[in-house]
């Protein structure tokens, strides 16, 4: 399985970036999906999540009303819409195929390489 990010780059605050993540080697509709990110210095954090159908989505609360995770299950795509953007958004980004717990919280399985994202003030 592999998971191409893109989409990364700079922006000022308020801006918006798209990032987009290409799955290939599984059977991506099968699977919830998701993003993660790390910024400089601190651990990774979970951004937002999406049902295999893209029926049911989820989002951090730093991010909520900001962002929007969206996939398209017949050309294999994820993406991540990031508007209002902020500087504390400064971070590099992961395209992950998510396992959900018991507890209900959003867990890595697998991990794609990251795309970096800057948002300057």
């Known amino acids: 399985v592999q998971l191409q990010a893109s989409g990364g780059g700079s922006a000022q605050t308020g801006g918006s970036l798209r990032l987009s993540c290409a799955a290939s080697?599984?059977?991506?509709?099968?699977?919830?999906m998701g993003w993660f990110r790390q910024a400089p210095g601190k651990e990774r954090e979970f951004v937002a999540v999406?049902?295999?159908?893209?029926?049911?989505?989820a989002y951090a609360d730093s991010v909520k009303g900001r962002f929007t995770i969206s996939r398209d299950n017949p050309k294999n795509m994820l993406y991540l819409q990031m508007n209002s953007l902020k500087p504390e958004d400064t971070a590099v980004y992961y395209c992950?195929?998510?396992?959900?717990?018991?507890?209900?919280?959003?867990?890595?399985?697998?991990w794609g390489q990251g795309t970096l994202v800057t948002v300057s003030s």
């Open positions: 992950v195929k998510v396992t959900v717990t018991r507890e209900g919280t959003y867990e890595g399985a697998f």
């Open positions: 080697g599984h059977t991506f509709s099968n699977y919830v």
């Open positions: 999406i049902s295999w159908d893209g029926g049911s989505r």
